[in-house]
């Protein structure tokens, strides 16, 4: 901890430092951009300062105009470009780098975005949502790998789930961070054509149309030689991963039509950790390989079909396979399961303007995924409660889905007070699935002295294979007006309708209404609103109702039955005397869903205040509210009788139904610093959150403890996180270095669920939870773990250019040379060990009925070591160099890696 409270002083003191760089003379960067975020190329900037002539500059294919040597005073910024309003924005030039973001909108359209002179803008709009965007200068920090992007991103939008789009376009794997120009997080969307509720949207736009030829070229190589050992593992576990790959860009005819080409490679080879219990009770400590391998390539095309009008054209294809998946933790060596996975995807997109004032964007994708997973040992599991789980995994799946997404968006204005959207989207296709799990059966013990004896408390066994195939269809279209009442109120009015083919009922409007608010002379921002959101029924859960119809597959239990043999007699005196000296085999049971199930809803309300604090702080205070209704949850419907013992239907056994009987109920407030100076490229966030989050059940087909009253299944989300605190760090080049710091900072224990191991009530469904002092059965999720806190990443990166830009384009064109950027970058900085996985079976030698244990934890102190990242850019010919090894760093042993265990 010494080192790391050294590192910590060390890097409050150097903040200061980096922002009192020695001034230059001002340097401008203007960002010119239309409605959707797109850069406009050839967009004509001028710039005019006391004193001195206009200096008139065109913006390169990105929408980038850089002016190298400006007056340090009052100018004014005059925008223009075809098509588009112009527009003039006074900015006051200080001495060093300055940026500029400006919004045109098209002729026609009410201007309602704000400009911001800062790297972070913020946006308002009547839909109470409140938009955060990051520009190149934010994005070029961000790690470089696809996966680890999509990490960050997710960790700075909350952690607790968004929903990512790529140039309108949802799911697939995001961009490679050269290709991306800008990223938005939208907080509270009641805009009538967002389909999720209570969700960040992460909306990442890409580069557009290019002009002149360039590529990249990067490789990463991380290597265990400088990582910590993980707080559960004897010995420091291997681990080498290798990524190379590289792109090219540029126009095949020029500004009408270019190529971009990207591909990637990833061979890595990690350790899975397990901690488990021997027979004997001991410790067993260990760890298996997995080494993977991972092939991504994209082709896209965009063509100018019109002055006003682009075509864009994208294929990617991903491939994936995985070896020994599924080990660690209590998962023995013998649990493991080889995966092949992968998909292609094929999208269209036409947008442009139709007339002065129509913006119509319309796009279909087609997409072919598969998944392949099947169990290294065919041998029956054996599941010993909270000690070790071995023998197979029973594993044997196959999948295929191949489906279309058609949408269209219409911008349109009606007069000068409204600004209109309409829009439509269908998405549907087959589904294929093969699904022969657990054909060989599990043994379930509730303790190691049962498993020692040989008494298992239940046997069970999914019999009998089926291919099934069926069609699913979801349609949606809607309509929202922002109507701007007076220069101070925007209101927002719009509604929804969504329909599924594997939902009777059809009719789901949802209402959307949102405000923005801000007062005259003041630059507070108030904002509000309400919406009722749908969600699907799951493909997923309805081919299980296919599957196991109790024909074609049924699911066979054995209460007490014999070792290995489980339709021999056991060995447990008490049980055999109980059952009549023979095991019970229950027949085989069905899944199915309710006859009256229906469409899924949350009602969302929000409000929230946002204010600068001084010239470069900005506060946001924001509550939110969601109710869930129509929740999909499971039931056992025919489980016995609590007065009789009997069943509803004697000749089978156990019919899970899936019902859409549950609700939930999440409330948050959130408080957001953000502290920016743009001209020293200083950006810091601090986000703080305080929820409590209640639900019937964490997934839809986990069964109640007593199917009669699954009511009583009321209690904290799995995902009940009370308090959050996260944070952003991004410090201005120093030297040319620029360094950035980003994570958890503190983050209050979840929930888990305690069981007593055995079944008490004899559903044959071992999930009982124990009593309390007054002899009712606790709740579910009563326990909570440990708070996790300093689970921190850096990066640090030096950029060397050798760019010699055209001078007829002011800087901002695309003259021959490029850069090669070295970079660092490590997780869990602080080598913090956070404890995971709490064992909560009382039967359990680390469940309550010692004390609760864990036996997991989140990584430790992990250098990611790639060496460099080139770029290339040149109107004549490819030149890519790049060259990347692991770098030095320090390795610590946690501290507690053994304290409990001791």
């Not at 680890?148 to 968004?162: F, R, S």
């Not at 983050?747 to 939870?769: E, K």
């Not at 640090?796 to 002011?810: E, K, W």
């Amino acid at each position: 901890m010494t080192r790391a409270a050294l590192a910590l002083a060390a890097l409050c003191i150097a903040v200061p430092a980096l922002a009192q760089t020695p001034a230059a003379p001002a340097q401008l960067r203007v960002v010119v951009l239309d409605q959707t975020g797109a850069g406009i190329p050839e967009a004509v900037v001028t710039v005019t300062a006391p004193g001195t002539a206009a200096v008139k500059v065109t913006a390169d294919d990105r929408g980038v105009a850089n002016i190298p040597a400006l007056p340090a005073a009052a100018a004014q910024i005059h925008i223009e470009a075809v098509g588009f309003t112009p527009r003039d924005v006074p900015v006051t030039l200080r001495r060093g780098a300055n940026n500029q973001t400006v919004t045109l909108t098209i002729e026609g359209f009410q201007e309602q975005v704000q400009v911001e002179d800062s790297a972070t803008a913020v946006q308002a709009s009547g839909s109470a949502e409140t938009v955060n965007v990051l520009d190149e200068s934010i994005v070029e920090q961000l790690p470089d790998d696809p996966d680890e992007l999509q990490a960050i991103l997710e960790q700075m939008a909350g952690g607790t789930g968004a929903v990512f789009r790529v140039n309108g376009f949802t799911g697939g794997r995001l961009p490679n961070r050269e290709d991306i120009r800008q990223i938005r997080f939208r907080t509270n969307s009641f805009a009538a054509d967002n389909h999720d509720a209570g969700r960040v949207q992460i909306e990442i736009i890409t580069r557009p149309n290019v002009t002149a030829w360039n590529g990249n070229l990067n490789a990463n190589f991380r290597n265990d030689i400088f990582n910590a050992r993980d707080a559960f593992a004897a010995t420091k576990t291997p681990q080498n991963i290798a990524r190379v790959g590289g792109g090219i860009r540029g126009p095949i005819v020029a500004r009408k039509t270019s190529l971009r080409l990207n591909v990637e490679h990833n061979e890595s080879n990690t350790a899975a950790n397990i901690y488990a219990l021997n027979p004997d009770g001991s410790p067993f400590l260990g760890f298996v390989s997995n080494p993977s391998h991972n092939t991504f390539g994209t082709v896209g095309i965009e063509h100018a079909l019109t002055p006003m009008q682009t075509l864009r054209i994208e294929y990617q294809r991903q491939q994936n396979v995985s070896r020994n998946g599924g080990v660690g933790g209590f998962n023995l060596p013998e649990r493991a399961n080889n995966r092949d996975n992968g998909n292609g995807q094929l999208r269209t997109q036409v947008q442009g303007l139709f007339g002065r004032s129509t913006l119509n964007e319309f796009h279909v994708e087609y997409r072919d995924a598969w998944n392949n997973q099947l169990s290294v040992s065919p041998a029956a599991s054996v599941n010993v409660h909270d000690a070790f789980n071995s023998g197979g995994s029973g594993i044997n799946t196959r999948s295929n889905q191949r489906t279309f997404d058609i949408a269209d968006n219409l911008d349109f204005t009606i007069g000068r007070k409204h600004a209109t959207r309409v829009g439509f989207e269908l998405f549907g296709g087959r589904y294929r699935y093969y699904d022969a799990r657990n054909a060989a059966g599990t043994f379930t013990f509730s303790s190691l002295d049962a498993y020692r004896a040989g008494t298992p408390l239940q046997f069970t066994q999914r019999l009998g294979e089926v291919n099934t195939s069926f069609t699913a269809y979801q349609g949606s279209f809607y309509w929202q007006d922002d109507i701007r009442t007076t220069r101070t109120l925007t209101i927002s009015v719009g509604v929804r309708q969504e329909m599924q083919s594997l939902i009777a009922e059809k009719l789901n409007l949802m209402p959307r209404l949102g405000l923005t608010y801000s007062p005259r002379s003041s630059r507070t921002i108030i904002r509000g609103g309400y919406g009722l959101f749908y969600d699907w029924y799951d493909s997923g859960l309805y081919d299980q109702t296919l599957r196991v119809n109790g024909i074609a597959q049924r699911d066979l239990r054995v209460n007490c039955p014999g070792y290995p043999d489980p339709f021999a007699l056991s060995a447990d005196a008490s049980c055999r005397t109980a059952l009549g000296g023979v095991p019970v085999v229950q027949p085989g049971g069905r899944i199915q869903a309710s006859p009256d199930l229906q469409m899924p809803h949350v009602h969302q309300a929000s409000a929230s205040i946002e204010r600068p604090l001084g010239a470069n702080l900005r506060a946001m205070v924001s509550y939110q509210m969601l109710r869930g209704r129509n929740q999909m949850r499971s039931r056992d419907i025919n489980t016995p009788d609590p007065v009789t013992g009997l069943r509803p239907e004697p000749s089978i056994g156990s019919v899970t139904q899936f019902e859409s009987t549950g609700k939930s109920a999440r409330d948050s407030l959130n408080v957001n610093l953000a502290y920016a100076v743009p001209r020293r490229q200083i950006n810091v966030g601090m986000n703080y959150t305080l929820a409590q989050f209640k639900n019937h059940s964490d997934n839809p087909t986990q069964l109640p403890v007593d199917s009669y009253n699954p009511d009583a299944e009321w209690g904290p989300s799995s995902q009940d996180i009370r308090h959050r605190l996260q944070t952003n760090l991004f410090l201005p080049p120093y030297r040319g270095f620029r360094l950035s710091v980003n994570g958890l900072v503190y983050q209050s224990g979840a929930p888990y669920n305690i069981t007593t191991g055995i079944d008490d009530n004899h559903d044959l469904v071992i999930n009982d939870r124990p009593l309390d002092a007054s002899g009712h059965v606790i709740g579910r999720n009563s326990a909570r773990g440990a708070a996790r806190w300093g689970d921190l990443s850096m990066r640090l990166g030096r950029q060397f250019a050798f760019n010699r830009p055209s001078p007829d384009r002011g800087g901002g064109g695309a003259g021959a040379g490029g850069n090669l950027e070295f970079f660092a970058q490590a997780d869990n900085i602080l080598n913090r060990v956070n404890f995971t996985n709490y064992a909560g079976t009382m039967t359990s030698r680390l469940g309550v009925s010692c004390v609760s244990r864990p036996f997991g934890a989140f990584g430790p102190f992990e250098p990611v070591l790639p060496f460099s990242n080139g770029t290339i850019r040149t109107t004549r010919t490819i030149r890519t160099t790049s060259m990347q090894a692991p770098r030095p760093a320090y390795s610590r042993t946690p501290r507690r890696a053994t304290d409990w265990r001791t």
